[in-house]
């Protein structure tokens, strides 16, 4: 899994019941838009997060339509056990590559 697939589900995971539109994720993370929003669509596509238009008239807001994502409960549960995995491995190869005797 990569980095910035690992940003997007921490900031989905940092309050999971919480619909975040696509902006809004790419804030939190620090990643544009076209990085963000493939994986978004991946993670839906896997079943891992819902996603939704917002109702509103956009002349009114100024501003063009919002959809929204959220982790549903499948997702939730995956997202954690993929992100331990991945820091159970990345602690492993920083032990391997860490010289005998040294410690943090």
């Known amino acids: 899994m990569t980095q910035t697939t690992q940003a997007v589900l921490r ?3 940092d309050d999971p019941g919480k619909e975040r539109y696509g902006l809004e994720i790419c804030a939190a ?3 544009p838009s076209g990085t963000v929003h493939p994986i978004l669509a991946r993670l ?3 079943g ?3 996603s939704s238009w917002e109702q509103t008239d956009p002349r ?3 501003r063009p339509r919002r959809r929204y994502y959220r ?3 499948h ?3 995956m997202a954690r056990d993929a992100l331990a995995r991945a820091y159970e491995t990345r602690t492993r190869i920083v032990t391997r590559l860490r010289p005998a005797g040294e410690t943090t």
């Open 48 to 50: 891992w997060v819902d």
């Open 60 to 62: 009114e807001q100024g």
């Open 44 to 46: 839906e596509a896997l």
């Open 75 to 77: 997702g939730m549960s």
């Open 11 to 13: 900031a989905l995971l």
């Open 29 to 31: 993370t620090g990643l």
């Open 71 to 73: 982790l549903n409960p």
